[in-house]
């Protein structure tokens, strides 16, 4: 299974070129990202799938769907909650040895992680953390993966409804540009490829 499959099913008859500078990306995070996540980034670029899963991109002017600003929020929002409730995260955050990497999330508050517990991050499997409750789910298999099942609708995290439109599940471009609303504006550093 490749991710110009997935593509293919989401319904992108070709690349949509988003390129951005993974050397600066990698950096930024302290760690190599999945193969098959950079190959999604060049063929989806920003966007959604069914208006309710979001795959973070790096370089994109929202801190919301910002790869590595995603991580920051992350961390300051458990900071927040360990410091009003007295409790540990419920799951470790990367960079601790083991800790979850947030890729996505669902419109309805749902986080979509990488496990870092492998050294080699196209060995990376995908935990889910739903917004209310404290079941973590487990998947098991890598990004490539679980996207196929979601499109397929086949994907068996007890958080995430069965799809409301067609299957296979459409991808929906956007362009990446901060359209106000939620998040902070960030200074882009991804871009198209020209036609």
């Known amino acids: 299974m490749?991710?110009?499959?997935?593509?293919?099913?989401a319904g992108l008859a070709a690349p949509r070129r988003y390129r951005v500078d993974w050397d600066h990306v990698e950096t930024a995070l302290g760690t190599r990202l999945?193969?098959?996540?950079?190959?999604?980034i060049y063929w989806f670029g920003p966007g959604s799938f069914d208006d309710y899963l979001i795959v973070c991109v790096p370089g994109v002017e929202n801190s919301n769907t910002e790869l590595v600003a995603r991580l920051a929020q992350e961390h300051r929002s458990a900071h927040t909650r360990a410091e009003l409730t007295g409790a540990a995260p419920r799951v470790p955050l990367f960079p601790e040895p083991g800790g979850w990497l947030p890729w996505g999330f669902t419109t309805g508050g749902d986080g979509l992680y990488w496990v870092t517990s492998a050294n080699d991050p196209d060995c990376w499997t995908v935990a889910g953390r739903p917004s209310r409750g404290a079941d973590l789910t487990s998947f098991d298999g890598g990004f490539t993966a679980f996207l196929r099942t979601f499109i397929w609708d086949t994907v068996e995290m007890p958080f995430m409804p069965e799809a409301?439109?067609?299957?296979p599940i459409a991808f929906e471009p956007q362009c990446g540009e901060w359209l106000g609303g939620s998040g902070e504006r960030l200074e882009a550093h991804g871009r198209f490829e020209p036609n």
Do not use: G
């Not at 409301?164 to 299957?167: G, K, R």
């Open 2 to 9: 490749s991710i110009e499959q997935v593509a293919r099913d």
């Open 34 to 40: 999945p193969t098959d996540y950079k190959e999604y």
């Open 164 to 167: 409301e439109s067609d299957v």
